[in-house]
């Protein structure tokens, strides 16, 4: 398993502005992903991050929107960039290690006002 | 497009008896399935998951059974408790390097004491 910490575990934003979430893991790890869990609705994958190449984002999720650095094996961040209210949701860091289930943190519950 | 589906929004149990949570997956390529429970202000924790070569995996109360004919999971919780009650999800993953992750829209599971 592996120990993830995200932060904030929460904030409210106003909007326009940006916020950068921090995602820790307690060990090296290859792969880590972004997440989004908007409300009542299921999680949806923003990037995978791997360390030493550029985050590949999924369809609807672009860098200007969503930038991702990696800059070693335990450390990861998401930045949401100018912020509206759409953007109110869970954001999630998950990691994993070749052939083991995706472990996730506690999240980042984010309210744009 | 949702490849994977959890048609049953909410499920209510009571304590002792069988909890039957299902999934639908449309993808033919998914080749291995999860299992994620999540609490409210929690990330998901990872449950039990099948390879698509396996038809059935045991973990204690909880076992998950693939029928790669109908595209469908199950997971079965027997002894249910009131610790169960959770949103459950189910994931697929069409294997390789990525670990990347689909999800469907969860099943909130409540056991009656």
């Known amino acids: 398993s592996a120990v993830i910490s995200q932060k904030p575990s929460r904030d409210i934003c106003q909007r326009g502005t940006s916020l950068t979430i921090q995602c820790q893991v307690d060990s090296q790890v290859t792969m880590m992903f972004w997440y989004r869990q908007q409300p009542g609705q299921s999680l949806t994958l923003i990037a995978t991050?791997?360390?030493?190449?550029?985050?590949?984002?999924e369809s609807g999720f672009v860098i200007d929107k969503f930038p991702i650095s990696r800059p070693n094996l335990t450390f990861s961040t998401l930045t949401v960039s100018n912020m509206s209210p759409e953007d109110s949701s869970i954001y999630l860091c998950?990691?994993?290690?070749?052939?083991?289930?995706?472990?996730f943190g506690q999240g980042t519950r984010l309210t744009v006002v | 497009d949702q490849q994977v589906k959890q048609n049953s929004p909410s499920l209510s149990v009571q304590e002792g008896r069988i909890s039957i949570l299902n999934c639908d997956y449309t993808n033919s390529m998914f080749d291995y399935f999860l299992w994620y429970k999540k609490y409210p202000a929690e990330g998901p924790t990872f449950l039990i998951s099948?390879?698509?070569?396996?038809d059935k995996n045991e973990d204690g109360r909880f076992t998950v059974f693939l029928n790669k004919s109908a595209k469908h999971l199950s997971l079965h919780i027997v002894p249910s408790q009131p610790g169960d009650s959770a949103v459950y999800f189910c994931a697929a993953s069409d294997g390789g390097a990525t670990n990347k992750l689909i999800f469907g829209t969860g099943t909130l599971l409540a056991v009656q004491p």
């Open positions: 099948i390879s698509s070569i396996k």
């Open positions: 998950s990691v994993a290690r070749q052939g083991t289930e995706a472990f």
């Open positions: 991050a791997n360390q030493g190449s550029e985050a590949t984002y």
